[in-house]
């Protein structure tokens, strides 16, 4: 299929873009090239090739979640600028 004139200056006005004369054949020229390209990628042979999900075969570990208990509460309030009821007092992040 080729790419109309007609086809660049309706994307255009859908873009809300002007395009000068050697703008409207440049980009016609460059769609068409990649519509080119799409079309040999989507042709290309693809049968009896494996399923390549990614080329990296690592997956993240997750640990499960788990409550510990904290034993010197008191030594790690002591690093904390200002502290309130027991726990690290920060500033106001949203109004």
Do not use: W
């Not at 079309?39 to 999900?53: G, K, M, R, S």
């Amino acid at each position: 299929m080729k790419v109309s004139r007609e086809e660049i200056l309706h994307i255009a006005n859908l873009a809300q873009l002007e395009l000068e004369e050697q703008e409207i054949e440049k980009y016609q020229s460059n769609l068409q090239d990649i519509l080119d390209f799409a079309n040999i990628v989507n042709n290309a042979p693809v049968e009896n090739l494996d399923i390549t999900i990614g080329a990296n075969e690592m997956k993240n570990v997750f640990r499960k979640d788990e409550v510990k208990i904290f034993k010197n509460i008191d030594g790690l309030l002591k690093n904390a600028p200002e502290q309130e009821q027991h726990m690290f007092k920060i500033p106001k992040v949203l109004n």
